[in-house]
């Protein structure tokens, strides 16, 4: 019986310290970051985008490296002036997602994110700063 005791013991401490890794902050980005002409909505890691005439996607969890860079791939939707009629169809596209977050320059102040976006036709979209914690500011398309 002791023995069976002293396991159960043991599972429980191996069970209850991986606990100690909720704690920390995610290290995968979250969260509003805006800024003009763009902006994402982080949910999970994954992003929606938004940008004056087009939307996308950001379909994995943005995980940057210790410098701050990262690259990600998604998807870049067309839009077009005036209200969305039907039936209507946008053109889609696979993207890659590739930015820079800097430090914030003081302790509590928002981040910034430099992003550029490569779509699968060879066409090059940015840059975008965006600021964490920021709506975007967006034209839409007349």
Same mark, same amino acid.
């Given at each position: 019986?002791?023995?069976?005791? &002293?396991?159960?013991?043991?599972?429980?401490?191996?069970? #209850? @310290?991986?606990?100690?890794? #909720?704690?920390?902050?995610? +290290?995968?980005?979250? !969260?509003?970051?805006?800024?003009?002409?763009? !902006?994402?909505?982080?949910?999970?890691?994954?992003? +929606?985008?938004?940008? +004056?005439?087009? @939307?996308?996607?950001?379909?994995?969890?943005?995980?940057?490296?210790?410098?701050? @860079?990262?690259?990600?791939?998604?998807?870049? =939707?067309?839009?077009?002036?005036?209200?969305?009629?039907?039936?209507? *169809?946008? =053109? @889609?596209?696979?993207?890659?997602?590739? !930015?820079? &977050?800097?430090?914030?320059?003081?302790?509590?102040? /928002? =981040?910034?994110?430099?992003?550029?976006?490569?779509?699968?036709?060879?066409?090059?979209?940015? /840059? *975008?700063?965006?600021?964490?914690?920021? /709506? /975007?500011?967006?034209? =839409?398309? #007349?």
């Amino acid at each position: 019986m002791q023995v069976r005791t &002293i396991a159960q013991w043991v599972v429980a401490a191996l069970l #209850l @310290s991986g606990c100690n890794t #909720l704690q920390g902050k995610p +290290d995968h980005i979250f !969260g509003i970051w805006g800024g003009s002409h763009a !902006g994402i909505d982080f949910v999970g890691g994954m992003g +929606d985008v938004q940008f +004056d005439c087009a @939307s996308g996607t950001i379909d994995d969890p943005v995980y940057p490296t210790p410098d701050g @860079s990262f690259s990600v791939k998604g998807t870049y =939707r067309t839009g077009t002036a005036g209200p969305v009629k039907v039936g209507q *169809f946008f =053109r @889609s596209q696979e993207a890659k997602f590739i !930015g820079q &977050i800097a430090k914030s320059p003081e302790k509590g102040a /928002p =981040r910034l994110m430099t992003l550029h976006v490569a779509l699968e036709d060879g066409t090059e979209i940015g /840059p *975008f700063t965006l600021t964490e914690g920021t /709506p /975007p500011h967006l034209t =839409r398309c #007349l």
